[in-house]
């Protein structure tokens, strides 16, 4: 009986269990509108009129052609559930260009320059978090001071003024979210351009030890192109105004068009005097009409021209591919799937432009097209190691033959040493070196005028290297942690001492057995250097606790000090002083976590925690 009621109820139980914990989780906050009003001012507007804006906000559709600040005025309560040691943040999926946060009257973040030459925050989600000392348990106030362009002055929608709607929770909530954005918009742009640059590179490198091969230029200039343009997208602090970034940008374009054109047709073995003149005269039409046309026409005039560099591209890729088809069909259908893929996300780029589709939370393109150019890369390392395999297949032949032949010699030497007749002896060997001159000879030069087996040789074993050394990673024997705990000690209380700073350190007083990586030891000695760098350096503190704690499957450290903390102006900017972002860098790589928490006036306190 008891059993059955048992049954009857746990399902109850759970259900219970699962209510009471989703109601002590905070729910996050998404606000979609917002009290609106453009000025110029450092402050909200009190006494002009505001008007209700829905978040987002594309200002190509509510402000045309404004050029400036808007504020933007929103009132929310703390979330429910939020406990006293819970941090709160506000997420901004995209800002457009850069942005001012003001809590309750108090400015608490600043996405760098607000004036000319703009930070340029257009692609990175900003994450802000709202001081607890400031926050009010209802009716509070968030003002944020918005910098954007007018669509008519860039080249692209995404790049005009703007801002989407706004996410108000627990901190650990949304650091998920932001990272992920952040990884996607930024960090992966960030690798894929440093991998066209390398592979460019490469091919231009390639290029200049074999000159006839006129594809590998154009390709490599086309990658290490594509890469230089790619920077506008995270370099946020370009030392140039808004209106010279977006022109220089738009200009680049028929240069790569260029590039990529000239690529397909040398790489199908066709050359066009007309065409290369086309193309170049339209490098200097293209900044031409732009400054003709000025500044307030850029997205239409430069759209326009995409049109017809899209249109370029196509045309190039038809006449590839059918040459492709009729000559070598064996690329036939990778380059189709390549270039087919390529042509797509040109026809969904202008089709973004245009407002045929709605801008995605992604920007596919700045991670897709250099995927599709790598692609290409792939396939012509192919086309050399079919060379190669060719040329390593011809080469086994050669000794092949030069086996048997040599074989034949010994038979015949045999038979000739037992006849020791010397006039066959003098034939024999004359017969045998014109096979070799004949066979051997012939093959030889088939290689020398086909597939330049030792170049291709050349640059494999070159490019063999290349690999290794990217790949080689740190050994080591791993290090007893009580022997770096106490290593890491004495460096530290030196420094300080040096520095007379007061140093007080504690450690765990149970024996440590743990063994630390030799990686990790190196990377964690290098943060508490840095660490200790930044309190004698930039601190002016006159104590410094350091306390270290070993658990189970982790160990941490805490550096904290009394000195003046980190100045107000570089709120927002922890990681781009002091060397904070190497650290957090470093910590990371060992699947870590290196947190900073500052105030003018209250010291530093860096917690490392790292994985055993």
Not at 82 to 95: F, G, K, N, P
Not at 529 to 536: F, Q, W
């Amino acid at each position: 009986m008891s059993t059955r009621v048992l049954r009857l109820l746990l399902p109850a139980l759970l259900a219970l269990l699962a209510a009471f914990a989703a109601t002590a989780q905070p729910l996050a906050l998404t606000v979609t509108q917002a009290q609106a009003v453009a000025s110029p001012g450092e402050r909200f507007p009190e006494g002009l009129p505001t008007q209700t804006v829905r978040l987002p906000d594309d200002w190509s559709q509510t402000r045309p052609r404004y050029d400036g600040s808007v504020w933007y005025r929103v009132a929310f309560d703390a979330p429910a559930g939020l406990q006293r040691d819970d941090l709160l943040a506000l997420h901004v999926e995209r800002v457009c260009s850069n942005l001012e946060v003001f809590l309750n009257g108090h400015r608490i973040y600043s996405g760098g320059r607000m004036t000319e030459p703009l930070a340029r925050n257009c692609y990175y989600p900003q994450l802000v978090t709202l001081p607890a000392a400031l926050l009010h348990s209802q009716a509070n106030v968030l003002d944020l001071h918005v910098r954007g362009s007018a669509l008519q002055r860039v080249t692209a929608r995404q790049r005009a003024g703007g801002l989407s709607t706004l996410v108000i929770g627990p901190q650990s909530q949304l650091a998920s979210l932001h990272d992920s954005r952040l990884f996607w918009n930024i960090t992966l742009v960030e690798l894929t351009s440093l991998t066209l640059l390398i592979v460019g590179s490469f091919m231009l490198g390639l290029h200049w030890m074999n000159r006839r091969e006129v594809p590998l230029f154009y390709f490599g200039a086309l990658l290490v192109g594509w890469a230089i343009l790619s920077a506008r997208v995270w370099w946020r602090d370009l030392p140039l105004e808004t209106a010279t970034v977006e022109f220089v940008a738009a200009s680049a374009y028929p240069l790569l068009v260029a590039c990529l054109v000239q690529f397909l047709l040398s790489y199908a073995a066709l050359r066009s005097r007309v065409i290369e003149a086309v193309l170049a005269l339209q490098c200097v039409l293209m900044p031409l009409t732009l400054v003709l046309l000025g500044p307030t026409r850029l997205f239409a005039v430069a759209n326009a021209w995409y049109s017809i560099l899209a249109l370029e591209v196509f045309a190039a890729i038809v006449l590839y591919l059918a040459v492709v088809w009729k000559h070598r069909r064996v690329d036939f259908a990778p380059m189709l799937m390549i270039l087919g893929g390529t042509t797509g996300l040109v026809m969904y780029a202008i089709a973004v432009q245009l407002q045929a589709l709605q801008q995605p939370p992604l920007q596919i393109m700045h991670f897709a097209v250099p995927v599709l150019f790598l692609g290409i890369g792939s396939r012509l390392l192919q086309v050399f190691s079919r060379a190669l395999s060719a040329a390593e297949a011809n080469r086994t032949t050669l000794e092949e033959r030069v086996k048997e032949i040599t074989a034949e010699i010994e038979r015949n030497f045999s038979q000739l040493s037992e006849l020791r007749v010397e006039q066959v002896t003098e034939k024999e060997r004359k017969r045998i070196a014109a096979d070799l001159h004949d066979d051997l000879g012939a093959k030889l030069l088939t290689i020398v005028h086909t597939s330049e087996s030792e170049r291709i040789s050349t640059l494999a074993r070159e490019a063999l290297e290349e690999m290794r050394l990217s790949v080689r990673g740190l050994t080591g024997k791993p290090v007893r942690l009580a022997d770096a705990l106490a290593d890491w000690r004495a460096e530290t209380v030196l420094r300080l001492g040096q520095a007379n700073i007061e140093c007080d350190w504690k450690g765990p007083a149970e024996e440590i057995e743990h063994l630390l990586p030799a990686r990790a030891y190196v990377q964690t000695t290098r943060i508490l250097r840095e660490a200790v760098s930044n309190i004698i350096k930039h601190s002016g503190a006159s104590h410094c606790k350091v306390r270290s704690s070993v658990g189970e499957r982790d160990f941490g450290l805490l550096v904290q000090d009394n000195g003046k903390g980190i100045p107000m102006e570089l709120d927002g900017k922890l990681d781009r002083g002091h060397g904070m972002s190497s650290m957090k860098h470093r910590a990371k790589q060992l699947q870590g976590q290196c947190l900073v928490e500052s105030g003018p006036g209250y010291g530093t306190v860096i917690r490392l925690t790292l994985p055993l």
